[in-house]
């Protein structure tokens, strides 16, 4: 079992910053690739950012290439998401997930792991 805790949402405005992390605990010995997600209302949950195990390969959604940067420290069990150049439509619950495997994919359904996720709102 891998348990996941976010921190790090809350108000900002449009064009501001915000860093989410992801804590991870529990069996975190074996390759787990990590993923961020999004879901707003009314909203299929989406797929942001992927990593793999150990941080060398990266993937963003086209949304958010260029704004958002994901990364890992392994040492202190830990999921980073820089949000730069925020927009009113980055707005949503944002969850961090776990898959067991060495590469990061961007299908849901792939991760066994999954956060209770923290708020971002982004106001105009």
């Known amino acids: 079992q891998v348990q996941l805790v976010e921190s790090g949402g809350g108000l900002v405005q449009a064009g501001g910053s915000l860093r989410l992390s992801c804590a991870a605990s529990?069996?975190?010995?074996?390759?787990?690739?990590m993923g961020w997600f999004r879901q707003s209302p009314g909203k299929e949950r989406e797929y942001v950012a992927g990593?793999?195990?150990?941080?060398?390969?990266?993937n963003y959604a086209d949304s958010v290439k260029g704004r958002f940067t994901i990364s890992r420290d392994n040492a202190k069990k830990t999921l980073y998401l820089q949000m730069n150049s925020l927009k009113p439509e980055d707005t949503a619950v944002y969850y961090c997930?776990?898959?067991?495997?060495?590469?990061?994919?961007?299908?849901?359904?792939?991760?066994?792991?999954w956060g209770q996720g923290t708020q971002v709102t982004v106001s105009s």
């Open positions: 990593i793999s195990w150990t941080g060398s390969s990266t």
């Open positions: 529990g069996r975190t010995f074996s390759p787990i690739a």
């Open positions: 997930a776990a898959a067991v495997q060495w590469h990061f994919t961007q299908y849901k359904d792939d991760y066994e792991y």
